[in-house]
Every structure is written in C-alpha cells, then in structure tokens.
C-alpha cells in the first residue's frame, strides 16, 4: 500500500522493556519525523531525519533512540520505557528541505505499565 | 518555550457559522505555517498553509490569515460544518528544520 504506516497500532509494554515502534514510508521522501501526541501538550518532535543516516533531536529526545539505514523506514526505539513514554506516537515524513506539508501515519498507542 | 501557541484550548460554534482558531509563534526564523485537522484515533491531515511573503491564502472554505509584524496567525472556516469538529494544529517552520505544533485547539459545531 503506498503511503506512511506505522506498527503496531496499539502496545503495551512494562517499564524497563525495550520497544521498538516502527514507521515505513513509500513516496521515497527524504525527510521523516517522530511526534508523540500527550493531553495538555500537543504533538512535540521527538527526533528527525533528513535523509538515510542523518538524525537530528527534536524538544523531547530523551529515553528514545532512532536510526535510519534505508530511506523508507525510521524505527523508533525505546532502550528502557519508562510510564512517562505512555503516549501515541505519529511518524510523518516530507519530500524534501522546503517546508511543505508532512504527511502522517495513523499513530501507536503505546501504554507502558 | 514555546514556540507556536495556540492559546485556546477549545471553542465552540454553531453551524453555518464563522470558526475562528488562532494560532501565535515567536520565533522569527520561521517562514512556513500550516494548519493541520486531526479526528480521534487517526493521524493529523493537511489542512491548508501560507508562507512568509504571503498574508492570506485561501482554499474553499477555510481562509489563513498571517500577520508577521504581530507573529500572529489565524484559520477562519466559513461557514463551519459539524464535520469540521476536531482538533486542529497550528504548526510553523523553516528550511531543513521540522514542523513545530501548537498544543492544539478542539473545535466543535453543533448543528
């Protein structure tokens, strides 16, 4: 299916488990983001990507950890997840450095527990 | 900080009406702003977006209106519909930066 989709769509983990939430893209667009979504804050930017192998912080990196080897897919990883991680989390990604739209996966509903 | 604020955390507005959402950044660096519409359990869709050298853009229904010298802007929906409830984000950019978002405004039109 073309487009951006993320798995799972629902998780649930234990605190100190590591997780890995998975983003995969098809329009071969350069840039690719990780936004968690949390009542009372809006979406913040976790990390970002403007091409295979290049990574950037975002305002909330800390306690996750990406990686971009192939352009379509941008992993996000949690090593030791904590119950503030409990959150849903949008993947998106853009063609490009201009600031167009982004567009969105549907989301994971992570609960750590 | 905040950079993109949205300091109305929801409104309310009947149908047929004019919706109003407002939307405020400080960052000067900024010269790309969007507005995104989010339903619950779905991810943020597109919505409509302006650029700096721009003060208005039209598409349809919904209107942005920018003023830099205030860093202010605003997403008028005319007239709103009951499908238009839902949360709606005001995000801001640069070159080669990331979308920053605004902590949302819940819009509801009721019939």
């Known amino acids: 299916d073309a487009g951006i989709t993320q798995s799972p769509r629902y998780k649930i983990t234990e605190t100190g488990r590591q997780v890995t939430l998975m983003c995969h893209q098809t329009?071969?667009?350069?840039?690719m983001f990780w936004y968690r979504q949390d009542l009372g804050h809006g979406l913040r930017l976790i990390y970002y990507?403007?091409?295979?192998?290049?990574?950037d912080k975002g305002e909330v990196p800390d306690g996750y950890v990406v990686s971009r080897s192939k352009t379509e897919n941008f992993p996000l990883t949690l090593e030791s997840a904590t119950r503030s991680q409990t959150s849903v989390y949008f993947c998106?990604?853009?063609?490009?450095?201009?600031?167009?739209?982004?567009?969105f996966g549907q989301g994971t509903r992570l609960t750590v527990v | 900080d905040q950079q993109v604020k949205q300091n109305s955390p929801s409104l309310s507005v009947q149908e047929g009406r004019i919706s109003i959402l407002n939307c405020d950044y400080t960052?000067?660096?900024?010269?790309?702003f969007l507005w995104y519409k989010k339903y619950p359990a779905e991810g943020p869709t597109f919505l409509i977006s302006?650029?700096?050298?721009?003060d208005k853009n039209e598409d349809g229904r919904f209107t942005v209106f920018l003023n830099k010298s205030a860093k202010h802007l605003s997403l008028h929906i005319v007239p709103s519909q009951p499908g238009d409830s839902a949360v709606y984000f005001c995000?801001?950019?640069?070159?080669?930066?990331?979308?920053?978002f605004g902590k949302g405004t819940t819009l509801s039109v009721s019939s």
């Open positions: 998106a990604s853009r063609d490009g450095p201009r600031v167009t739209e982004a567009f």
């Open positions: 329009w071969s667009h350069s840039y």
């Open positions: 990507s403007a091409a295979a192998d290049i990574t």
């Open positions: 960052n000067s660096m900024f010269d790309y």
């Open positions: 302006i650029s700096s050298i721009k």
């Open positions: 995000a801001a950019g640069g070159a080669g930066t990331a979308l920053i």
